[in-house]
């Protein structure tokens, strides 16, 4: 399985990014997918996933920010981040989870992407 990701960047605070992962080797909507991230000195933490159903979950602290989403046809994972706040600023991760349902905590069986970095300015 290969992910590559691109979207990260710099933005103000309320600004807004979107990032892709683009999905290699294998249809993305197989498997659970997610985004996490990860702060400098703290660990990864999950940010939103998305079954093979479709269906989402979210942190509390990006619910009605963030939104993530898949493109089937695309074979691609996004994560829409609107209104973005300084606590955003991490690098971002997309994985690909073994199974169907993906959990929001690194548990040692999703693939990762190389990850892009994400800098929400006050």
């Known amino acids: 399985v290969h992910l590559q990701q691109s979207g990260g960047g710099s933005v103000q605070s309320g600004g807004s990014l979107k990032l892709s992962c683009s999905v290699a080797?294998?249809?993305?909507?197989?498997?659970?997918m997610a985004w996490f991230r990860q702060a400098p000195g703290k660990g990864r933490e999950g940010v939103a996933t998305?079954?093979?159903?479709?269906?989402?979950t979210y942190a509390d602290s990006v619910k009605g920010r963030l939104t993530i989403s898949r493109d089937n046809a695309r074979n691609t994972l996004y994560l829409q981040m609107d209104r973005m706040k300084p606590e955003d600023t991490a690098m971002y991760y997309c994985?690909?989870?073994?199974?169907?349902?993906?959990?929001?905590?690194?548990?040692?069986?999703?693939?990762w992407g190389p990850g892009t970095q994400v800098t929400v300015s006050s």
């Open positions: 998305i079954d093979s159903a479709g269906l989402t």
């Open positions: 994985g690909r989870y073994f199974g169907r349902l993906c959990p929001d905590r690194d548990d040692g069986f999703y693939d």
């Open positions: 080797g294998v249809q993305a909507s197989d498997r659970g």
